[in-house]
């Protein structure tokens, strides 16, 4: 299979308009880092709470009436469904609103969008998540995916880093995971401080360290682009072939669905055949246009 | 098939139309051709009429639109979508470039999840092709497989056969329009000779041309390459002429607007050639202007291919005789294939 | 043009510049296209003619490195005011003036013979006239009723701030009252119908920024109209946003226009833009005695004041 | 609402907090009267002004505006309020040129202590952009019309 095939991923329900949204609710807001926050939702509709599937590493578009939309991907794990999640950075005009919002505000969802992790091919491998910053968001869902269904899966590494061990998302995921004896859990930071004692360096530095093996292995990456631009080549160094080297990419998608034109890579558009990508299917565009 | 009717009979006929649809036509104000409902008079325009600046891409792809409104009340948001009219309209007069140009936006708007604001406008619209006599040196369509007389994309087609007009039924929707409709007669085969002579006439005058052969290979060969494009881009400006008023081109940008009754979320064009078109708060990948010119090259004459295995380009002239510094993508495309030659 | 080819070559040959930013022949009927070479062998295709409409400061601030400018009067004052905003210093251009003999423009040519550009098989200057070849046909016309509206005000077609000043081919004929003569078509309204004629102006707006594009004194990194924090004006072409996009920009280049035409000229709708900028022209002549770009070491004119001016307007 | 009704104007003004904010306030401690008609924006220097503010508070549906600073020569940032004066100067004979009434568009010189200055400079205005009627510029058409008929 490719990952482009995307005809059995879930599929917006719109009733009618696809740039109609569903009305969520907030239920909780967690600071992740003095930027971060990771809101906790669920539809208004209480049909659409039962009715509503999405995959690990979809996306959906969030709206503040009045202010405007903005493209985040379903950080929660579809096997754990009383609530959905999304997390995101404070850092423009619909980010800055979202961070203002507290919990019972309302807020436009439509998705999910995109296509998804390629659960059947990575079935059966050792999987290696690299993870960087807010990066870690989209590998989070389906690291829970992967975690609740062990037995499907073989060896998996987590490497993950932030800018300072005050930057790290997710800490408490990120400890779960350090203390479960079937993951291999590094997290290394830019720049540490006196009480940090892990690794310091940045990502693509500490997964040549680590160099996991290429053998039967898939290697799953996001961060910024500037990570995801170096760890690659390391990758590569590392024996794993463009195909064995997934990323999910982010972009400006306004719309979501393949029409307003903005997000593509070469002629794939990121919302539209992505956001998750082999390497393979983008490295002719990718150096440039990333 | 073919039916023929006189200029003097046209006035009639859309006044026919016009009690089930609303007609559009070329029209002249402030000195700038473009379409308007049809004033139930004049149709002078098919003296003068060459081609309108703003393509009929905007009745079915408005530059602004309300998407739907929004309402906050006691138990929280209420949505509300726009009414839809459902009124019938009929472009008369569209040039095949402009009507091939909307079966290529179809590629897109009617795929995967479809745009309901496009598709149900391009449902209830009909186009009546008028074939070109007179083209502008900047026109290129034969270059593309396509010319004045091109009747693919129109429902009917309209050419110049003497002092009368032949009609070319080419859809059912085409059909439609004709059936019934008063002071059009049978066509003869002299007709036909004489509207395929005024065809081959016109597109003889189309003498810009360019080698579309190895395009895409050439661009997908150069995709890399800086400081070719960037010689490529070196006089643009980046505005967003040749883009607006290009009949394929469709990106939008979705926007919130709040007024006294509430708010709305706006559809509106833009435009790749804009830096901020692609900005990220953190991240934009096409600062520099050379990958925005090579955004829009590529998109219409590598990415569609690809796709859609069609160019998204049709040769109607409007972003060579609109550029305020004569950029010229004629010229581009040609220097590219010699390139690769 | 001879002459600047020469010059141009031996700027590049002697490694004065490391570009020529100057006019080709264009692709279409009567225009002329900006050429922005390294290159000294594409200095044989450059020319001077009456279409030499572009104002190719614009690519100033942007380029790197030494450039070798061609410039008419208006262009001329451009890169003053460039160098005024510290945008570009004046040791890195090579200003190589065009003594103006005024720009042909097409719209008027194509109303006055009803016929559109590509339609036309010459147009020559002679003098104070202009000979329009349609098919067989010869119609000659007055220059002045062909020449564009900003050249007919023009009060500086000879570039006063320059290195190398070519020959003259011509002289332009001007007509300030014809040149005003738009402007003073809005004064003459009353303020309700200005305001109305200039709303139904701006209904047309496509907002392809093509105004601001061309012009070399709009050269913010970020324009204004696309701040969303706040958001001044709708990105979406209301003509409420239109138009208040068109106010701003016309206050800001403030001082820095030299009603070079060019915003009108790139207009795909015709809306009459020069109405707005000469007018802003004038009014900076008159309530502080400014002329944009006529001084290189002045402040920028919102930068400075006098102590004793435009009383008049505050209690 | 009939048209017999009287119009009243709405009108934002922005005063420098050194001396016409101050000159509000001591209009205001001093039981001084003026007309409610005005809200006012305090702002560090009359030199903060922009157009756009003046443009956007007339798109929002202001009436007038009244920008007011510190006499010339007082500027606490020494040429803030001269700064100010061009700025206006050419907006208000620009945005008249456009077909904006210049009755909407006031500036003042109010020191702190002028309280009554002030009171006498918003009583002016607040008259003026009165006769100049309400500020239907940015409005629809359509709207303009089911005001006009209202």
Redesign the interface.
Known sequence: MTIADTSQRPRFFARGNVYLPHIVVIEKVIEETPGVRTFHFNFKDERLREEFAFQSGQFAEYSIFGVGEAPFCISSSPTRRDHMEFALQRVGKVTNALHRLGVGAEIGFRGPYGNSFPLDFLAGKNLVFIGGGIGLAPLRSLIWNVIDNREKYERIDIIYGARSPADLCFKYDLETWGKDSSVNMVTTVDRGDKDWTGKVGFVPAITEQVAPSAKNAVAIVCGPPVMIRFTFPVLAKLGFTPEQMITTLEKRMKCGIGKCGRCNIGNLYVCRDGPVFSYAQIKSFISSEY | MFKKIGHSEIAKLLSEWSKESTVLVPTRADGVTTWAKWDGRDVSFLDWYRNTVVPPKSFLLPMLEEMFRFQKGKDGYSLELPPSDGRKQVIFGIRPCDARALAIIDLVFREGYEDLYYVNRRNNTTLVGLACTSPYDSCFCTSLGSGPGDARGVDLMLTTAGDQLLIEEVTDKGKELTAGASGLGKAAEADLISAREAVELASRKVTRQVDLKDTDKALLANFEKAEFWEDIAAKCVSCGICTFLCPTCYCFDINDEMDRQGGARVKSWDSCQFALYTRMPMENPRVEKWRRVRQKVSHKFLFYPLSYETTGCVGCGRCIRRCPVNWDITQVLNSLTAKVA | MPQLQHEARALLEQGKVDYILGFEP????F??????TKNKEDCARLVVNPFIA?NLS??LPKLKGRLGIVVKGCDSRSVVSLIQDNKVARDRVVIIGVPCAGIIDL?KIEQLVSR?R??IDDIVRQGDRVAITLGNGKKEFPLVSVLADNCLACETPIPKECDILLDPTDTLVTDPSAGQQRIQE??S?S????????EK?FE?C?????C???CPVCFCE?C?A?E??P??V?????W?DN??FQ??R??HV?GRCTDCG?CE??C???IPLRS?SK??VD??DE??DYKAGTDKSALP??AS???D??????? | MSEQTEFEPKLVGFLCRWCSYAGADLAGTSRKKYPANIRIVKIPCSGRIDPLFVLKALRLGFDGVLVSGCHPGDCHYITGNYRARRRLALTKKFLEYMGVDPRRIQASWVSASEAGKFTDVVTAVTNEVREAGPNRLFTEEKEKRATATA
């Open positions: 264009g692709t279409l009927k225009s002329t296209t900006p050429l922005i572009n614009v690519y719209d559109e590509d339609e809005v004064e309204k303020v309700e119908e200005r305001w109305a004629f200039w102006q047309r496509i907002r392809c920024y093509a601001r594009s061309v970020r204004f696309e969303t924090e958001q001044w709708s990105p979406a072409p209301h409420q138009m208040s106010i701003i016309s206050l403030a060019n000229r790139a795909p709708v015709n707005l007018k802003m009014l900076v309530l502080f004119l919102m004041y006098e102590a001016e435009a009383e008049g307007v505050f209690r």
